[in-house]
């Protein structure tokens, strides 16, 4: 990726500043600091390459030089969204989602932070804040994609099967031209956080829905159930094989297909 190129064909979106890096720890870290300054609202941190790439838990995203899209977006989120901030991450992955479709790939979400293919993830998004006392002040969006078939890690190293935008689409695509659709359809989609148009929107694009999943969140039992979708602020709703519905919070939860 040319950073001339890259800045070129960002051009045409309203974007704040654009940080390039050829590698970096983690965007989100660069993002988050810069946010805590003097970032404009939908600034850019992107990089060619990531040593120290983090999922949720700190766990690892794997971000190989040139094989992958690793950018964070940093929200200034206005008075009228910051009650809707929960719906972030939802935002992040129904744009990833959409503007995949668009391509022809059958992109769906998985609750509540990840993008998949044929449920293979070709996307995670890690959302964190920046606080000014008990008021969310900015919100970074980071997002990795797998671009190319090297981006993929080892299956040893994960936890859910993972594909990438190559192997799926059967030929290498742009990554610029991927970032910018995935941007393009994020500042489309924004205007939506306030509204529950995007619960809908959310909704329709959800993995396994209707489908028997099991849901561990790190701090109870498993829990197991049909996926009945989620609610207005976001939570999961599972109905449970004794007819009770019960609401699962954002946090470290994992959700995967029962089999
Ligand atoms: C996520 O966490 O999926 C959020 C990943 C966010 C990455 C972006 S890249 C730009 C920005 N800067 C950062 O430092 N982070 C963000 P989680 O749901 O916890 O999933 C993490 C798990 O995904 C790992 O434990 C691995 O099993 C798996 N994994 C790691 N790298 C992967 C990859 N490239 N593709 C698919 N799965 C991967």
């Not at 992958?68 to 969204?81: D, G, H, Y």
């Not at 994609?145 to 799926?168: I, M, R």
Request: aromatic residues 6%; proline residues 6%.
């Amino acid at each position: 990726m040319n950073q001339n190129e890259l800045k070129k064909s960002l051009s045409k979106l309203e974007l704040g500043d654009i940080r390039y890096f050829e590698s970096i720890g983690s965007t989100n870290d660069e993002a988050l600091a810069w946010a805590a300054a003097d970032a404009p609202d939908l600034s850019l941190v992107i990089a060619e390459e990531q040593t120290a790439g983090r999922g949720r838990l700190d766990r690892k995203w794997f971000t190989p030089r040139g094989t992958a899209l690793a950018f964070s977006l940093i929200l200034r989120p206005s008075a009228e969204e910051k009650p809707h901030l929960s719906r972030t991450v939802g935002l992040a992955a129904l744009a990833v989602a959409e503007s995949l479709r668009t391509r022809g790939l059958a992109a769906q979400i998985k609750w509540p932070n990840d993008v998949l293919i044929h449920e293979r993830k070709v996307c995670g998004i890690l959302v964190e804040s920046v606080w000014s006392g008990d008021e969310v002040d900015c919100v970074v969006l980071g997002i990795g994609v797998n671009v190319l078939k090297g981006s993929v890690p080892p299956a040893d190293d994960l936890l859910f099967p993972a594909t990438s935008l190559e192997e799926e689409l059967g030929q290498p695509p742009d990554r610029v031209e991927v970032l910018s659709e995935i941007l393009a359809a994020f500042l489309a989609l924004r205007p939506r956080l306030i509204s529950d148009e995007l619960i809908s929107l959310w909704q329709g694009l959800l993995a396994f829905h209707a489908k028997a999943v099991q849901v561990e969140t790190g701090t109870t039992p498993p829990i197991s159930g049909t996926f009945i979708g989620r609610d207005p602020v976001g939570r999961l709703r599972l109905l449970t094989a004794h007819g009770e519905i019960v609401t699962v919070r954002f946090g470290d939860v994992r959700l995967r297909p029962l089999t």
